[in-house]
């Protein structure tokens, strides 16, 4: 891999207000007109980006202390569970985690409440010690009032998502919406040609340390996700990319409710969109190639989720440009496609990125450790006890 230039003269091009970025969806258009060579000479940086449910997110809360002070352990905020196994007033509140009483709304209502600006209840109760005397608190708080607030997301920006249908005589409710019977429609949740981890499919730029932007906010790539897992396939005489993840995390004060968005899936429960944007620095010409990648050669599977095992059927491969198109043709028949996450917000989280980093205000970070090629994976084996 023949080195075309380094971060720090990226960086230095930022601060000079000198580096030429593109997003990824202009860079198509460039690479196929100049070629990789000369595109990848001339550009500093390609922005990407993605806004899907993910449903591995959360944030950690410190409320500070009362008087006299409570080792909260268990907590609710506006009647959702938040985890009590921390010290006395942080709290880790989930995405998904259900209110008690209305199962449509839960922690991602809550974080979005909290985002802009909304008071919400905070309950807790404890068995009492020396030094935290008090056993219940009930109180109001808001974004403000909380000490810190820091998001951090185990699993985001999953590689390449499979395409949803269902086989079975029922509609079925699942994480990627309704799949009405004899395969009736089609889901997709990945931004295709925009997606972070499609532009960047071997993990060259993307590691450890790897600046971000997240909902809003400037984060870090803080390690692989959970189920980190990438493997490869080809099909078609093109690679697929599967099963990288990523771990993020950025300050919540700093985010904006525009790339975040509380959501409910019928028969699923509570999720969240999270809106992600990664810079990917052209330090190379295969870089270039990596990031030029069109919709119309990035493939994925379509699988069954009428199948109650973990092991789904493959019903065959098909490309974004064809899901984009509205329709795919599945042995003989033409199936609606929809996508569950938005290109046109990925769009603008990739020009929102670009923007930042031509104003200077968002310099790139050479990540500190790779991500790993290889995992120990395993499924849950179920045993009797």
């Not at 449509?104 to 909304?118: F, N, P, Q, S």
């Not at 972070?196 to 803080?222: E, H, M, S, W």
């Not at 030029?292 to 440009?321: A, C, F, L, P, Q």
């Amino acid at each position: 891999m023949r080195h075309i230039r380094t971060y720090d003269e990226i960086n230095n091009r930022i601060e000079k207000g000198e580096a030429v970025v593109v997003t990824a969806e202009e860079i198509i258009d460039i690479a196929r007109d100049e070629g990789p060579r000369r595109a990848a000479e001339h550009v500093d940086v390609v922005t990407t980006g993605t806004f899907s449910p993910m449903c591995s997110s959360g944030i950690f809360l410190n409320f500070g202390h009362a008087d006299p002070p409570i080792r909260m352990q268990k907590i609710t905020i506006n009647d959702v569970p938040a985890h009590g196994g921390l010290a006395a007033v942080d709290t880790y509140l989930g995405a998904t985690s259900a209110s008690r009483s209305d199962p449509k709304y839960g922690g991602a209502h809550v974080i979005e409440d909290l985002l802009k600006g909304r008071e919400v209840a905070l309950s807790a109760t404890s068995g009492g010690t020396d030094c935290y005397p008090r056993k219940e608190i009930n109180t109001l708080v808001d974004l403000n009032s909380i000490n810190d607030a820091v998001m951090y997301n185990p699993r985001n920006c999953y590689q390449n998502y499979t395409v949803a249908i269902n086989s079975t005589e029922r509609s079925i409710k699942t994480y990627m919406g309704t799949l009405l019977p004899k395969m009736g429609n089609a889901h997709y949740s990945t931004s295709g040609q925009l997606s972070p981890l499609l532009n960047d499919p071997t993990f060259k730029t993307i590691g450890v340390g790897t600046r971000i932007f997240l909902c809003g906010a400037q984060g870090y790539v803080t390690w692989n996700g959970t189920q980190h897992n990438p493997s490869v396939q080809e099909v078609n005489g093109k690679k697929m990319y599967f099963g990288g993840t990523l771990s993020v995390m950025a300050n919540f004060k700093a985010m904006s409710t525009q790339y975040l968005r509380a959501a409910y899936l019928p028969g699923y429960g509570v999720s969240i969109f999270i809106g992600v944007g990664v810079p990917i620095p052209i330090l190379s010409e295969d870089i270039l190639k990596d990031v030029s990648i069109s919709d119309d050669e990035i493939y994925t599977k379509v699988v069954d989720y009428g199948v109650k095992s973990r092991e789904k059927t493959v019903h065959g491969y098909v490309n974004y440009g064809q899901l984009r198109s509205g329709t795919i043709e599945l042995e003989g028949k033409e199936v609606r496609a929809s996508p569950i996450s938005s290109y046109a917000k990925a769009r603008e989280i990739c020009e929102t990125l670009k923007e930042s980093i031509q104003r200077g205000e968002f310099k790139l970070q050479s990540p500190y450790e790779r991500m790993p090629d290889k995992v120990s994976f395993n499924n849950l084996e179920v045993r009797e006890l």
